[in-house]
């Protein structure tokens, strides 16, 4: 009898592990396409405008975030790793979509030459400087602003802001630019 006490308790542990892990899991997919947002709405010119086609695109890219980490999805008693594979290709294309509507791929294309090149890396060192230095006495450069906004999304648990001032901070640094309007493009 203490052995089936004993596996009973032990099942029930398993059990309410599993549980445990998918919701970490899923909770991180969360957090993630919330990060996600921010950072592509920090790639437009106004990151407060809802109407914008990367914006459209983040949200699109987001809801498959978070099914690509809904671990339960893949689970009928063991893992399915045709439904990952899927639901990976899935994401990665709403992403590279999102990157193509947000500019995010000039972005990265900038910020690899600025860290292959030292001169360039030389500069983001002088504008990180430059930055610091005036920004100073009433924090107002972009360095100053995206800390507070990261500092005070933490504390909120606001992963959408926290992404957003991660984004505007490496932005910045490298003097990206982003372009107004991104319409009727081709994606491959």
Request: charge should be negative; hydrophobic fraction near 45%; include cysteine.
């Amino acid at each position: 009898m203490k052995f089936l006490n004993t596996l009973a308790v032990t099942a029930a542990t398993a059990m309410t592990a599993q549980a445990d892990i998918a919701q970490t899991f899923n909770n991180f997919g969360i957090h993630l396409a919330r990060i996600n947002e921010g950072m592509m709405r920090a790639m437009v010119a106004d990151p407060s405008a809802n109407n914008t086609d990367c914006v459209a695109q983040a949200t699109m890219a987001g809801v498959e975030i978070q099914n690509l980490f809904n671990v339960n999805q893949y689970f009928d008693g063991v893992f399915n790793v045709g439904n990952f594979i899927d639901q990976a290709q899935i994401s990665s294309i709403q992403v590279l979509s999102e990157f193509e509507k947000c500019g995010y791929n000039e972005f990265l294309i900038l910020f690899d030459g600025v860290m292959s090149q030292y001169p360039e890396l030389a500069g983001m060192g002088g504008n990180a400087i430059t930055q610091f230095a005036t920004g100073w006495k009433n924090k107002d450069t972009a360095m100053y602003k995206s800390y507070n906004m990261i500092s005070d999304s933490w504390e909120k648990k606001d992963w959408a802001s926290i992404g957003e001032g991660v984004q505007l901070f490496f932005s910045q640094l490298v003097k990206f630019e982003s372009p107004d309007v991104y319409q009727n493009l081709i994606t491959i």
